[in-house]
Nanobody, 123 residues
């Protein structure tokens, strides 16, 4: 079992940056592939970025590629999402997710979720 708590969301103007953090507790984070997903009002939860257990491979949705960077610090049990060049369409609740041993790009592939943090990008 692992628990996840996100932080770092907020209100930012278009073109700005935010860094989200997700702190895990319970089982060691190095056992988990980690992902960031987002959900806008009235829309389904969608994949944003994922990182393997060791951090040697990362995956991005086309909509965020080149603007967002996922990273992890297993010693600190923390995964990050650096978001640059933010757009109004990035507005959503952002969720951190964990799955033992594997790294996926679908919400169905993750068993553990945080409570989410709101990101709002104004135009």
């Amino acid at each position: 079992q692992v628990q996840l708590v996100e932080s770092g969301g907020g209100l930012v103007q278009a073109g700005g940056s935010l860094r989200l953090s997700c702190v895990t507790s319970g089982r060691t984070m190095s056992s988990y592939g980690m992902g960031w997903f987002r959900q806008a009002p009235g829309k389904e939860r969608e994949f944003g970025a994922a990182i393997t257990r060791s951090g040697d491979s990362t995956y991005y949705a086309d909509s965020v590629k080149g603007r967002f960077t996922i990273s992890r610090d297993n010693a600190k049990n923390t995964v990050y999402l650096q978001m640059n060049s933010l757009k109004p369409e990035d507005t959503a609740v952002y969720y951190c997710a964990a799955q033992a041993w594997v790294t996926g790009t679908s919400p169905d592939e993750y068993d553990y979720w945080g409570q989410g943090t709101q990101v709002t990008v104004s135009s």
